[in-house]
């Protein structure tokens, strides 16, 4: 078991966030395979020395089929969310092998996050897990309206996705607007 004096030496798993717009300004969320009823938008880990711009777009076409978007925006600042107790305990078992999630190497995830613009189709989004190393993170998703994904997360990660909508709700209204929205340049 992992104390809490433990936790905190721990650092934090490097990571990318997609806030992924469709053409009416809504945003698509999953839901997780391993927590139903828990939905979020695309994350993932950035490699070593992995661009994050790079990670964003292999981390979309990785968990949901497709990278054929544009990058509009990102979150100023790092957003971080430590993993809870439960979460940090828990043995898991997706491929039939047992051990902590993330062999217990970090407290929990420091993200950029990335406004991207969806190019292609609805039917484009693929969760089967064919561009996907390990077993495919999600069995469901939709578009909602961004300030409603806050509600739908799971409650440790609630502060990072108040912030998200914050800062994107106006490329979401611009979006809604029919307003053209450039792309993002570092």
Known sequence: MTTLLDLQKLPYRRGVGLCLFNTQGLVLVAERRDKRGAWQMPQGGV???????????????????????????KVPEILRYEFPDWLQNRRISSDGANG????????GQEQEWFALRFLGQDSEIDLSGEN????PEFVDWKW???EETPAL?????????????????????????????PEWRP
């Open 144 to 146: 909602v309206a961004l």
């Open 47 to 73: 490699q070593k020395e992995e661009d994050p711009v790079k990670a964003a777009l292999r981390e979309m076409k990785e968990e949901i089929g497709t990278d054929n978007a544009r990058i509009i925006a």
């Open 100 to 107: 902590i999630i993330f062999r217990g190497k970090y407290r």
């Open 153 to 181: 997360i799971v409650p440790f990660k609630k502060p990072a996705y108040d912030r998200v909508a914050e800062v994107f709700a106006p490329i979401s209204e611009a979006i809604r607007r029919g307003d053209d929205v």
């Open 132 to 135: 996907e190393p390990e077993l």
